[in-house]
């Protein structure tokens, strides 16, 4: 599945350009460093309590040796931050680390992982995406970046005007950000995903604590996980499958393409679904989160919870180092979860932490 193509709207004559492509993203000089992931609580103390071992960090960029990657929850929460002096101290951290790198959201990397799945269906060799796939520029911390055009646009002003948008400040900085962005308006929006998380989540954790109540112990947890990565395979993979195969096949040809697939490799069961998931790390971590979420149904899910999965989801799969004072979310993911040990990731518990992994002064 390609996002960088014009996509035009036959009706209207408009047409949307992703600003970049696999040439115009991070490249592999930077992408191939070993990532260290912080939280947003790991960023505000390393830039606040923290001046000695920022600049090892800082050193550690100059040398080509890391890079220290952003994501939506880093750059939300930081948002959400009351203090404006205390945002731009951080924010221009935040720059100087990260290199202008940002990890893409987690909405974009399941559909990245779902397309890697779709090809271990086929009986491809497959394997996770690669850091040049999941990373790119800060502004694209919400999502791709698009830019559409009315009709009155042809296709070599547009593209002027593309290139002119990758060469702005806010493309590649957090400070802008900051400084630039409708904090406010962001700030509601936030407090208003944070409330659906939180309604929805505890409805699904409901339903699923009641669907295995008569179970217990091993056999209930067991149950929890195939669920939920059954339930990640039906309504996250399977409908990126059928969008693959309607862009292939057309829609006349779309339900004869699926018989003769499904004659191919068979309907499938438990093994598939673990060989899916292989290459979808962040989608297995989700089920493997959810799963725990389920069988401790009498924890309250709080407002925090989505920024903090977000997190995991990220730091705990693409990662070298994933840093968090939250000790709750370290024994989540290194003694609840597998995704990050099979994934060789290591789990830092606080700034302090991870001095002993960077490279020597």
Not at 49 to 54: G, N, T, V
Not at 96 to 110: K, N
Not at 134 to 160: C, H, N, P
Request: with cysteine.
């Amino acid at each position: 599945m390609q996002d960088d193509s014009a996509e035009p709207d036959d009706k209207t004559g408009t047409f949307a350009i992703s600003a970049f492509d696999a040439g115009s993203r991070p490249s592999s000089a930077l992408t191939e460093r070993r990532l260290v992931y912080l939280d947003t609580n790991a960023w505000v103390e390393l830039a606040e309590k923290e001046p000695e071992l920022a600049e090892r960090c800082a050193r550690e960029v100059e040398k080509g040796t890391a890079l220290f990657p952003l994501s939506y929850p880093t750059i939300s929460e930081l948002i959400e931050q009351p203090i404006v002096e205390h945002r731009r101290d951080v924010a221009d951290l935040m720059d100087r680390l990260s290199g202008g790198v940002t990890f893409r959201p987690f909405e974009t990397i399941r559909l990245l992982e779902a397309d890697r799945a779709f090809q271990v269906l086929l009986g491809q060799a497959a394997s996770a995406p690669a850091p040049s796939l999941v990373l790119s520029w800060i502004i694209e911390y919400l999502g791709t970046a698009k830019i559409t055009f009315d009709a009155s646009w042809d296709a070599d002003k547009a593209q002027t005007f593309i290139e002119h948008f990758k060469a702005h400040p806010a493309v590649r900085s957090v400070r802008w950000i900051v400084d630039h962005a409708p904090v406010d308006e962001m700030r509601v929006r936030h407090a208003e995903a944070k409330a659906r998380y939180v309604k929805e989540l505890s409805a699904a954790i409901q339903r699923g604590a009641g669907a295995v109540a008569k179970l217990s112990g091993a056999a209930r947890k067991a149950r929890l996980l195939r669920e939920e990565r059954i339930w990640v395979v039906e309504k996250v993979v399977a409908p990126r499958f059928t969008q693959t195969m309607l862009e292939i096949y057309g829609i006349e040809r779309l339900q004869e393409a699926v018989k003769a697939l499904v004659t191919k490799v068979g309907e499938g069961g438990a093994e598939r679904v673990t060989k899916l998931m292989a290459v979808a790390p962040a989608l297995d971590l989700w089920s493997e989160i959810m799963a725990e979420r389920v069988a401790n149904s009498t924890r309250r899910v709080q407002p925090q919870d989505l920024h903090d999965v977000d997190h995991a989801l990220i730091g705990a799969t693409y990662a070298n180092i994933f840093v968090t004072r939250d000790r709750g979310l370290v024994d989540l993911v290194t003694q609840r979860c597998t995704v990050s040990s099979r994934r060789g990731v290591i789990v830092a518990a606080g700034v302090e932490a991870l001095a002993d992994h960077l490279g020597e002064n």
